[in-house]
């Protein structure tokens, strides 16, 4: 390639770059973030943004410049040079894209394991979904799980699952802020899917099985807790809130009308 | 050398008519569908006799139990009954019985008449186009459903279909654009072009070629059959426990899915058998058009997975309706298990429609551009080093499924490997127009804009394989917004490259070029602007297959269904231009694209046995710009090649 192309292909590159950049920038895609799990989350969000506005600025500029430059004259039927390939530039676009994958599984994997991390000062709660509603159960202190990994959740005679009475139970997700939280979920009939875009963190919840998540709360407010995993004709409307609040009202809220 | 219509006559000048019919016996028992009306119904009069007869003889209550009479009689029997009648297995059954087969007369070989196109056909042609036009038909159909789908959710009121009737609407709309369209479509243009491309004369197997092809029908009508028993409504993963307690219709796609895949299966095992066996003299593997590379390394993928769908399917059926407990943890059962089976197919299966488009990609651009494929023998083994990756990553649709959370970062590693193979090809077919003399025709626009959208939605596909990004974006519309960039934008517009590419082979005419261009651009600006603004929506908190959704989503929404319908137009043009032009369309000369493949050396359409003699391959595949350099040659102009090397030696 000659140095003139060269620049030409680098100035639409960089035009496009910035294009990209604008789109990633003033487009609001991420919600609001409100855990300590989604700043985690949102880094490697970014962090494969820019890995890909690299990538997405050279193949385009190649492919619009290519386009434009080496378009057949309409009565012109020769052939282009018969080039087979070049061994050094086959080479090079494999390895680099080879350690952007590398960086990019590095990032991804650290962020992954903290957040997968249950805090030993983290609180339990316990979530079960059901069609079409979730239930929510805050174990008292210090109870003891039983042969299935729950304690608000135990198995009745006929194998459903029965909500122990020990337990305060509420539709919605009421969580103290800056508290970390583990999550347990299970379901009573198909899978559901439990999802707070502000907190980013999601996880199926599997009748039979127990799953585990993470959440710290970051931010006071009322977030959309959504049933993502399609479970039956209601699945739309298995949506309720998820409410963030000081450490103080939550306890109040607690004691409150517990059984 | 080019050999015209002129010379070679039509196919009617090699294969005498088939024999005068005699009387009401030839109508009534020869092959036909006038068999196929009487046999059909006969074959579900067994099945139902034998589920009542042992019902009857076990003693159970009821004896006449509609759940297995419909399984049974209506999606198995019956359409072994409707194979019979229209003649599949005649030559196998009078072989096996010690009857006289029938002499090999060519009479199951071309198309004289349009009613030669609804028989049993062994000439790979006709199959092929057979199963490019059923595959269009299903394909429009899946279309009108998405088009409903859109209607629904073009405003966040539940208030144009019931839940039922949108689940049922999303779900047959992915079964039909996927085992109904986008594998079987790349079948039928591989079926047409690979045997021309390697010089053979027809598949290796026609009898069984034909018999796949007719699987399709069988399988499609089952799953439009299944409104009419509602309902298949568990998506197109049909994951359980929500499957096993779906209504009955769910085992109309547990069983659509055996006739497809056996339909898949047969036709890949064909595929491979020719490739290997069938190679024209001088054909090595590396002299292989990349089509032939892709379609072998997609006939793999196609025989190793797909029993696995049909296990799975079979499983969900067996637990609906012999109550058995594959997947229920109280009775013995792992539910996850159906997961990992299911996308250890599925995965795959992403493949199997992908890496047929990338052939077809290659040869477009090659051609187009006038220039050798750029590092042809690296394209082929990305083909092979995606076949073997692609095996290794099924779990990464599973990351927020409940499986061992150690399990997602190999998964992760390969996801994200897998995208290397992937980078190589995109490069290379960019490296092949740098310097060529691009030729922007219909084909072409529609090869560049598949690269385009490939590369958008392999971007996408590297948030998806991020674990953290995965567990944000996981059953939302950025998951919708990646599938059809990489299937809509990706396999469609492959598909949309070849036939476009090949239709001047197939039909002997040529399609009308103004059309095919809008066609493309319209379907190209309305892919994206449908599909583009899903991710947005997505990240930002819609989740997928919802009929009602928060109105925040409303103006996109509104939008996106605006074009949408425009997308859905965008094909009228493609059905009109294909329709007038294969009627009335100027004839086509064998080789409108110069090109240099075994395919552009015969007629268009070429003769009943492709090659009147066996062609000798003496080069690659794309010598563009090489001068006298040749891919194959014929008896007549053999000399010159020989002349030539000598020269070159």
């Known amino acids: 390639m000659r140095a003139g192309s060269l620049i030409r292909v680098l100035l639409v590159a960089l035009l496009l770059a910035a294009i990209a950049t604008a789109v990633a920038i003033f487009v609001p895609w991420l919600p609001d973030q409100a855990s300590k799990e989604g700043e985690r989350i949102d880094f490697v969000f970014w962090f494969v943004t820019a890995v890909c506005i690299a990538i997405f600025s050279v193949v385009a500029s190649l492919s619009v410049y290519s386009l434009i430059k080496f378009r057949a004259k309409p009565d012109d039927d020769s052939d282009g040079p018969p080039v087979h390939g070049h061994t050094g530039i086959e080479i090079t676009w494999t390895v680099i894209p080879l350690i952007l994958v590398i960086a990019m599984i590095v990032v991804s994997s650290v962020a992954l394991a903290q957040n997968d991390r249950d805090p030993s000062n983290s609180m339990r709660v316990e979530v079960l979904g059901q069609q079409f509603a979730w239930l929510v159960a805050y174990p008292p202190d210090g109870a003891a799980e039983d042969m299935d990994g729950f304690i608000c959740f135990n198995r009745g005679p006929d194998n459903a699952i029965e909500v122990a009475e020990r337990c305060k139970t509420s539709p919605n997700l009421v969580l103290p802020l800056d508290q970390p939280v583990r999550l347990h979920l299970t379901a009573r009939d198909v899978i559901h899917s439990f999802w707070v875009p502000e907190f980013r963190q999601k996880q199926d919840a599997v009748p039979g099985l127990k799953t585990e998540l993470t959440v710290t709360p970051t931010k006071i407010g009322n977030y959309p807790f959504i049933c993502t995993e399609l479970c039956g004709l209601g699945h739309a409307l298995m949506r309720t809130r998820a409410i963030v609040m000081q450490q103080s009202e939550f306890e109040a809220w607690r004691q409150r009308g517990a059984r | ?649």
């Open chain 2, 1 to 649: 050398m080019t050999v015209t219509v002129d010379e070679h006559g039509a196919p009617e000048a090699h294969a005498p008519s088939p024999a005068p019919r005699r009387g009401w016996r030839h109508y009534l028992l020869g092959p036909g569908w006038i068999r196929v009306l009487w046999m059909t119904p006969l074959f579900f009069g067994i099945g139902f006799g034998i589920v009542v007869g042992i019902r009857a003889l076990a003693g159970w209550d009821p004896v006449i139990f509609w759940d297995a009479i419909i399984v049974v009689g209506a999606l198995t029997a019956a359409p072994i009954g409707f194979l019979a009648g229209l003649g599949a297995f005649d030559y196998w059954l009078a072989w096996a019985f010690g009857q006289p087969t029938r002499p090999e007369d060519h009479s199951g070989h071309g198309a004289r008449r349009w009613t030669d196109y609804f028989r049993i056909n062994t000439d790979h042609k006709v199959i092929g186009i057979q199963y490019v036009t059923t595959t269009i038909f299903f394909f429009l159909a899946g279309g009108l459903m998405a088009m409903l789908v859109r209607a629904e959710l073009a405003r966040p009121e539940a208030d144009f279909v019931d839940p039922q009737t949108y689940n049922e609407l999303f779900s047959v709309h992915a079964s039909l654009m996927i085992f109904l369209f986008v594998i079987p479509a790349f079948a039928g243009l591989a079926n047409y072009v690979l045997p021309l491309m390697i010089g053979a004369p027809d598949m290796a197997f026609p009898k069984l070629n034909a018999l796949s092809y007719w699987l399709l029908p069988i399988a499609g009508i089952m799953m439009l059959a299944s409104f009419f028993f509602p309902g298949f409504g568990a998506g197109w993963t049909n994951y359980t426990p929500l499957s096993v307690e779906q209504p009955f219709g769910n085992v109309f796609f547990s069983m659509a899915v055996q006739w497809a895949g056996a339909s898949s299966i047969m036709t890949a095992l064909n595929f491979l058998v020719t490739i290997i066996t069938m190679r024209a003299p001088g054909m090595t593997f590396w002299r292989m058009p990349l089509l032939v590379w892709a379609n072998f390394t997609t006939s793999l993928l196609v025989v190793i997975a797909t029993p696995f769908i049909a296990g799975s399917q079979f499983f969900v059926m067996f637990d609906k309706v012999m109550h058995t407990n594959f997947f229920d943890i109280g009775q013995g059962g792992y539910p996850l298990g159906y997961q990992h089976i299911f996308w250890f197919y599925s995965h795959p299966a992403v493949y199997i429609m992908i890496l047929p488009g990338f052939g077809i990609v290659s040869e477009v651009i090659s051609t187009m551009s006038r220039k050798p494929i750029f590092g042809y023998r690296l394209m082929a083994l990305s083909l092979v080093a995606i076949l073997m990756l692609g095996f290794s990553v099924w779990a990464h649709h599973m990351f927020v499924a409940g499986m061992a959370p150690w399990l997602r970062i190999p998964m992760m590693i390969t996801t994200l490997l897998i995208a290397v193979p992937t980078g190589i090809k995109v490069f290379s077919w960019l490296a092949t127009t740098w310097e060529g003399k691009i030729n922007f025709s219909t084909p072409m626009l529609w090869a560049l804009g598949f690269v385009s959208q490939f590369v958008i939605g392999g971007l996408s596909g590297i948030y998806l394989g991020a674990v953290p990004i995965d567990i944000h974006a996981s059953d939302t519309y950025f998951i919708v917004a990646h599938i059809h960039y990489v299937l809509l934008g990706g396999s469609l517009f492959t598909i949309f490259a070849g036939i476009y590419y090949w239709f001047p082979k197939m039909t002997g005419r040529m399609y009308n070029e103004q059309l095919g261009k809008l066609h493309f651009w319209l379907t190209f600006l309305a892919v994206n602007a449908t599909f583009f603004p899903m991710h947005i929506i997505g990240i930002q908190g819609m989740p997928r297959r919802v009929y009602t959704y928060d109105p925040q989503f409303g103006n996109w929404n509104m939008f996106i269904s605006i074009s949408a319908f425009v997308l859905g137009a965008s094909f009228l043009i493609f059905v009109y231009n294909m329709v007038v032009s294969w009627a009335r369309g100027p004839r086509a000369p064998a080789n409108p694209w110069r090109g240099q493949t075994l395919e552009w050396q015969v007629s268009s359409p070429p003769p009943l046995f492709n090659f009147d003699e066996i062609p000798q391959v003496v080069g690659n595949p794309y010598e563009y710009g090489v001068p006298g350099a040749k891919h194959a040659v014929f008896n007549g102009d053999r000399e010159v090649v020989e002349e030539r090397e000598t020269v070159r030696t």
